[in-house]
Structure formats: structure tokens, C-alpha cells
Nanobody, 120 residues
Framework: QVQLVESGGGLVQAGGSLRLSCAAS????????MAWYRQAPGKQRELVAA???????KYGDSVKGRFTISRDNAKNTAYLQMNNLQPEDTAVYYC??????????????WGQGTQVTVSP
């Protein structure tokens, strides 16, 4: 079994910060891209940030400059540092990982999500 477990969500006032963690466990060959998505009620799920195994990062326009994604390959963990949070950041945040369970074939896996609520 492969599992992604998010942690670090919660309630914070506007301007505050949170750090989300996503830990992958189970048996897999390698994790390619790790990413964070979010979904607010009535809205489409959107990409927040992504970090490929080969380097580089990608951010959604709405969070660029405020959020930072990183990963610790030794711990199979991705992080999302969220600074200057705003009420519009309120959403369920999902960890996503593209994993190769065996060489040559990858699949996307999702965490259960963690709620982030930003109050004025």
C-alpha cells in the first residue's frame, strides 16, 4: 500500500503562516513530481505548487511569492510553507505524488486533504 498523509492545516488569521507536510509511505520505486492542490467549496481543484524530482518548482499565480514548496527525498516528504495567508486561501489542501511503483509505470496518488482556514 502507498499512502500520503498531510499534516499542518488549521485556522490562522490573515497575514499568518502555516507549514504543511506530506509524508509518503509504503513501497514504491521512486517519487517523481510532488505537488499541492487545493479546492474551495464550489470551485475547481487548482494547482498550488509542484516540485519535480529533477529540480525546479511551479506555482499557481495566486500563491506565487507567498508560498514555497520543498521536498526531503530522504524522508519522502513534501512541504508547503505558506506565508501571508489570506482568506481566499481557505480551502482543503491535497498532497499529490506521481509515483513509480515499479520502473516504467507511474500513477498519481492523493492524500486525504487537510483543511486550511484563514480568517480576516
Amino acid at each position: 500500500q502507498v499512502q500520503l498523509v498531510e499534516s499542518g492545516g488549521g485556522l490562522v488569521q490573515a497575514g499568518g503562516s502555516l507549514r504543511l507536510s506530506c509524508a509518503a509511505s509504503g513501497r514504491f520505486f521512486i517519487i517523481s513530481t510532488m505537488a499541492w492542490y487545493r479546492q474551495a467549496p464550489g470551485k475547481q481543484r487548482e494547482l498550488v505548487a509542484a516540485v519535480p524530482s529533477g529540480g525546479g518548482t511551479k506555482y499557481g499565480d495566486s500563491v506565487k511569492g507567498r508560498f514555497t514548496i520543498s521536498r526531503d527525498n530522504a524522508k519522502n516528504t513534501a512541504y508547503l510553507q505558506m506565508n501571508n495567508l489570506q482568506p481566499e486561501d481557505t480551502a482543503v489542501y491535497y498532497c499529490n505524488a506521481n509515483m513509480y511503483i515499479v520502473p516504467g509505470k507511474s500513477s498519481d496518488y492523493w492524500g486525504q486533504g487537510t483543511q486550511v482556514t484563514v480568517s480576516p
